[in-house]
């Protein structure tokens, strides 16, 4: 993923997570915050303790890094999205977990991708 489809900072990270409209789906959780910035979107990935040690919370986020990268483009300017592992991401198919980030943006955010 590109460096400008990054959220840059802890900071932007809370301001999503305070202000944002979230979605959960079986394996995702999902934050989505439209700024109104003519900026390109912004994506943010997390995974807490409850996914497992290091290797499994690394994992989850390259899994979940790996699904949203399709549909970084189709978001609208000036979102920012934050991503939250559960503990069924490492486990679930890849087609399927692709399909729970889909419907987990678009309920939060209101786009469709």
């Given amino acids: 993923m590109k460096r400008i489809h990054r959220l840059p900072s802890s900071a ?5 997570f305070s202000e944002g409209i979230r979605a959960q789906d079986r394996a995702v959780a999902c934050f989505a915050l439209a700024t109104g910035e003519q900026r390109p979107p912004r994506l943010g990935i ?5 996914v497992g040690g290091a290797v499994g919370r690394n994992r989850a986020k390259r899994r979940l890094r790996g699904a949203a990268r399709a549909m ?5 300017a000036g979102m920012d999205v934050v991503l939250v592992a559960g503990p069924r991401v490492v486990e679930e198919p890849f087609e399927q977990l692709s399909s729970d980030v889909r419907s987990a943006i678009a309920r939060a955010g209101g786009v469709t991708c």
Avoid: D, G, T
Avoid at 46 to 50: F, G, H, Q, W
Avoid at 72 to 76: H, V, W
């Fill in 12 to 16: 932007a990270f809370r301001k999503v």
């Fill in 46 to 50: 997390a995974a807490s303790r409850k």
């Fill in 72 to 76: 970084i483009a189709s978001l609208p």
